[in-house]
């Protein structure tokens, strides 16, 4: 595109949604400069799951390949009731699934999705990064913006993207609008295979549901490790944050569960402890020339497993926009919002839902495991069709 050949753009926060961003908008002409207040561009965290949305999002910028080579792809997603340990619901992952929405379903080390991104971004030369940089301050004008770090040096762009997470600067100072911490806890850990209980080494995301609390373990790494993630409703007044968590704490809350399940508290060795949180929907992410992108727009709890898929979504569909919009700045972003704030306000409200359902307890905890009884294969394909269907041939299509 000759008309968007010379344009730049800021993307504050080198995680895997602004790694994404600067793909995706590289691959339309554009230069980025990518603003990274760590040291290094990394990842922490553990296990995150890859819905057939996300491969398709990954397959569009040309590093599906990379990300399925580093994922387990899993036979089935299970919830099980904590309590009595009974099946409540499985959805098969397998070849009928693969048919129906064109990809797979998948696990992978956040690390490795990460990776599997940055190799690409590392290899083209429209990207340029700059680590250590605290951003403070961004001014966004008719015919371009300013991005000031806390050194005061002073970065111009033709637009700016603001993929800097939950605590977002970038959205601070344009919309203002503010996270909500959910008052629930995720404490997760990687457990290696050895260590991990046998009866347990499923080849699945399994859920255990409890009241207030529950479990998931799925295998990492062709099963060399597993990832194990425990949440709670919190007795203390929380704050948004990651710090190191005490088994101890883990297992006041998990009193009355079944032993299948409550055999895996005493495997990891250390655990982290997230403090989460999300945001009310808005109707807008910027105006003029900036924008935002995943956490920062539309930060969600681990319910559904979505936040990493969405994030990679909004990056395709915001490159695809500006194709659309033949450079456009303001046009681009406009019409990436106009499609992506309701598709991940649907994806935030129906996570809070898939919270309560989870953590269901007494008369509740009985209708959740009546919920699905009955249910065929291809009903629960149908249901997830709004979610999993997305392709980039669509995003730009209400979903």
């Known amino acids: 595109m000759t008309n968007t050949a010379k344009q730049k753009v800021i993307i504050v926060g080198g995680g895997i949604g602004g790694l994404a961003a600067a793909l995706s908008l590289s691959r339309q002409g554009i230069e980025i400069l990518l603003l990274e207040q760590a040291d290094q561009i990394g990842e922490i965290g553990a296990g995150i799951q890859l819905g057939p949305n996300a491969f398709a999002a990954l397959d569009a910028l040309g590093v599906g390949q990379a990300a399925r080579n580093r994922a387990v792809f899993t036979d089935h997603t299970t919830m099980m009731d904590a309590i009595d340990a009974t099946e409540v619901v499985r959805i098969e992952t397998g070849e009928k699934f693969r048919e129906r929405f064109g990809n797979p379903y998948a696990v992978i080390h956040r690390a490795d999705i990460h990776l599997s991104i940055l190799e690409a971004v590392q290899d083209n030369p429209l990207i340029k990064f700059k680590t250590s940089t605290h951003v403070e301050e961004v001014k966004v004008g008719p015919n371009g913006v300013e991005v000031i770090d806390t050194k005061g040096e002073v970065y111009k762009a033709d637009a ?5 997470g939950v605590k977002s600067v970038i959205r601070a100072r344009t919309i203002g609008a503010q996270h909500r911490v959910t008052g629930h806890v995720v404490y997760r850990a990687v457990v290696e295979r050895d260590n991990m209980p046998e009866d347990l080494r499923i080849n699945a995301p399994v859920l255990w549901a409890g009241p207030r609390c529950h479990l998931v373990h799925y295998p990492l790494r062709a099963g060399k490790q597993y990832n194990l993630v425990v949440t709670f409703h919190s007795r203390e007044q929380e704050e948004w944050g990651v710090r190191e968590g005490s088994k101890e704490e883990v297992l006041s809350y998990f009193q009355g569960i079944h032993p299948r399940p409550a055999q895996m508290l005493d495997r990891p060795t250390s655990w982290r402890r997230w403090a989460t949180a999300d945001a009310d929907p808005v109707e807008a992410w910027g105006t003029g020339r900036c924008t935002l992108l995943g956490d920062a727009a539309h930060p969600m709890t681990q319910y559904m497993a979505q936040g990493a898929c969405m994030a ?7 490159g695809e926009a500006f194709a659309k919009a033949e450079g456009d700045i303001d046009a681009a ?3 990436y919002e106009s499609v992506r704030i309701p598709r991940t306000a649907r994806v935030v409200w129906s996570t809070r839902e898939m919270g309560r359902i989870y953590h269901a307890k007494g008369v509740e905890r009985q209708v959740r495991n009546l919920l699905w009884k009955g249910k065929t294969q291809e009903q629960f394909y149908t249901q ?4 999993y269907g997305w392709r980039k041939d669509n995003c730009l299509e209400p979903r």
């Open 160 to 164: 700016v993207v603001g993929c800097d």
């Open 312 to 318: 990679i979504e909004d990056a395709v569909t915001l």
């Open 333 to 335: 972003f406009r019409l």
């Open 384 to 387: 997830l069709e709004w979610l």
